[in-house]
């Protein structure tokens, strides 16, 4: 499939210094940028010797914040396509990413949100090609020496485990045991995401008004204790 240079080169650990961090609500963020995934990409398989294609590019909801900034956000399905030496398709990864577009026009929320949901796409499907296009930063029990790494083990759920109620919608989670990047969209949107007893529950402000950018993200609302949820192990995946 891939020649022993390149497998070597995509076995080797995550150069620390190509992580970034950002804090979104209170919460460092770990991440590679776009620009280092796709130059990761030349240097494996060589330029010409790759391509991507975005099959799905969809808006999944448009919101105004308390700014008055409009709020878009889309879903994008990308597929990654690896060539050989006659050109011909190697392998070939598909992912599903997110991007919010904020900002003060209608279109440059469309065109942002667009881009940052084909970037994520891109980064996601990479990163099944191992640590060097950052699939060990899913990984908990390993530490990049970034803000606010834990190690803990993935948790696992019952399916009539009580969703546990929350009642400060203003709390922070500091110890996360899941990768915040997941839920950039819904930071950009003033909520935040935090761990009880084995799932992950959305809370901030107006959390039904923004339904559609919640269950993006793959979150369930439970009538009960009036709250978006999912299973950590879901949350992880």
Not at 2 to 24: A, G, M, V, W, Y
Not at 25 to 36: A, C, H, K
Not at 105 to 131: C, P, V, W, Y
Request: charged share 20%; proline share 1%.
């Amino acid at each position: 499939m891939f020649n022993d240079k390149q497998i070597k080169t995509l076995e080797n650990e995550l150069d620390s210094s190509r992580i970034k961090t950002r804090e979104k609500g209170n919460i460092n963020l770990s991440y590679l940028e776009g620009f280092d995934v796709i130059e990761t990409a030349n240097n494996v398989f060589g330029f010409g010797n790759w391509s991507y294609t975005v099959s799905k590019l969809e808006q999944v909801s448009q919101e105004t914040n308390v700014n008055q900034n409009y709020v878009v956000c889309y879903k994008a399905v990308l597929r990654v396509l690896v060539y050989n030496n006659t050109h011909t398709i190697n392998v070939n990864r598909e992912d599903v990413g997110f991007g919010s577009g904020i900002a003060k026009t209608l279109a440059d929320s469309h065109e942002n949100g667009a881009k940052e949901a084909i970037t994520d796409a891109l980064k996601r499907a990479l990163r099944s090609f191992g640590n060097q296009f950052g699939n060990s930063l899913y990984d908990k029990s390993r530490n990049h020496n970034t803000p606010n790494q834990t190690n803990q083990q993935n948790k696992q759920v019952s399916p009539n485990q009580q969703i546990p109620h929350s009642n400060n919608q203003n709390q922070r989670n500091t110890n996360q045991g899941f990768n915040q990047y997941e839920y950039q969209s819904l930071y950009n949107l003033g909520l935040n995401i935090i761990e009880q007893n084995g799932f992950l529950i959305v809370v901030g402000d107006d959390i039904f008004a923004k339904k559609d950018s919640i269950k993006a993200c793959g979150f369930r609302w439970d009538g009960n204790s009036k709250q978006w949820y999912k299973s950590l192990e879901q949350g992880a995946a």
